[in-house]
């Protein structure tokens, strides 16, 4: 099965794995977003290559006898799309040579399944989902996703899209398979992050029946918004009255007596104004559009911005001033590259025995930032941070 058969199915699974951290915590969203378009971006479109070069692979060494030839003619085909780029085969190397390790080390040959769609309507109405890879051996079940993005490491960590997959392979196999323990691993190569986590299937099960009344509140678009991160995704985060409502809450602070706020009130100012900046983009960006539509925002209106300019063909551009007696060294600027640029440009290894094994290059500690009390990051006191600020 493809990666776009696979995408194509999720967009009409309502309760979807990938988005269930979003409809277990704000029930009625997936009734909302009915009403929304379906989107894409080109981020989105370069992990689903990125996913079929990585399907392409894990099928010819585990699934199915390919020649090498049928293997080049097929991945030649995908390297032709007009996002492809050459790390993409480094990447999906990482994720194959995980699954690889992860087989090698099991005491007999596991089964394997490539982009297997399961089931899960048991625990949530007309449930259904597409997971990257399953392995089982012994009596462990391994459920393995890949994600391509880089924005932020994601954990496996009781992570509800690999549960849910975990419940709808363990439907699919439990008659054929002793299964006790469940493994969940999500590999980001280009975060260099691999997440895992175990737990057992009675665990799994409990939860499973724990969501139940949950999903189906979700599935009938019942119960109240609950704006949060996992609005960044959804597709009502511009419009929706809660999560507005979550931000004009900050006029409460302002019956204050008090001149100025104590720590306690900062930090719940903070709480309460967490991920606003998201949220005036994503208002600022529907109103755009809408007023580019021809649509009346009232106070607003859409305008053309500043302009860039550009050479028109840069060769010919610079011929010419050379030949009007400009030198070549004013054209040109000669920049190092960047700790992580050339780390790139040579490969981990290379550059670990050429610059980090011999000592050249120093990590230094990153600038304190605020954090939720719920972030997994150590916290850290620094006495002196007020001379650091100053």
């Not at 139940?212 to 509140?217: E, L, S, T």
């Not at 409460?252 to 005036?280: C, H, R």
């Not at 030949?323 to 190092?336: D, K, S």
Request: glycine share 6%.
């Amino acid at each position: 099965m493809t990666k776009e058969i696979a995408h194509a199915e999720r967009a009409h699974a309502l309760l979807s794995a990938s988005a269930s951290h979003r409809w277990l915590t704000c029930t009625p969203s997936v009734r909302l977003e009915e009403q929304f378009p379906d989107t894409t971006s080109t981020f989105a479109e370069e992990g689903t290559l990125a996913h079929e070069i990585a399907e392409l692979k894990l099928r010819k060494h585990f699934t199915e006898p390919m020649s090498q030839r049928t293997f080049n003619t097929r991945l030649n085909k995908m390297k032709k799309h007009e996002l492809y780029q050459d790390e993409m085969l480094k990447h999906t190397d990482t994720y194959l040579e995980y699954l690889q390790g992860l087989t090698l080390s099991l005491s007999s040959a596991p089964y394997v399944a490539v982009e297997k769609r399961l089931n899960y309507s048991t625990y949530a109405p007309e449930g259904f989902g597409t997971v990257d890879c399953i392995i089982i051996g012994g009596n462990t079940l391994y459920i393995n996703d890949f994600k391509y993005g880089k924005g932020v490491p994601v954990s496996a960590e009781d992570n509800p899209q690999m549960k849910l997959y975990a419940l709808g392979a363990y439907l699919e196999y439990s008659l054929l398979y002793l299964i006790d323990t469940i493994h969940l691993a999500i590999i980001q190569p280009r975060l260099d992050s691999i997440s895992e986590y175990t737990l057992s299937i009675s665990d799994l099960l409990a939860w499973g029946e724990e969501i139940k009344p949950i999903a189906m509140r979700a599935y009938n678009g019942d119960g109240d918004f609950v704006p949060g991160e996992h609005c960044k995704f959804c597709k009502a985060k511009a419009q929706c009255r809660a999560r507005a409502d979550q931000y004009t809450a900050l006029a409460d602070f302002t019956s204050l007596k008090p001149p100025l706020l104590s720590d306690e009130e900062v930090g719940q100012m903070l709480e309460k104004g967490a991920y606003i900046e998201a949220w005036l983009s994503a208002l600022k960006d529907y109103a755009l559009a809408e007023c580019l539509k021809g649509n009346e925002i009232p106070g607003w209106k859409a305008v053309e911005g500043r302009g860039s300019r550009s050479y028109k063909n840069i060769d010919e551009a610079f011929k010419h001033l050379q030949e009007n007696n400009i030198a070549e060294t004013m054209l040109y600027e000669r920049v190092p590259l960047t700790v992580a640029k050339l780390e790139k440009q040579l490969g981990k290894a290379e550059f670990r025995s050429l610059l980090e094994e011999p000592g050249l290059v120093v990590k230094t500690s990153g600038k304190p930032t605020l954090a939720p009390i719920g972030d997994k990051r150590q916290a850290i006191s620094k006495p002196d941070a007020a001379s650091d600020f100053a």
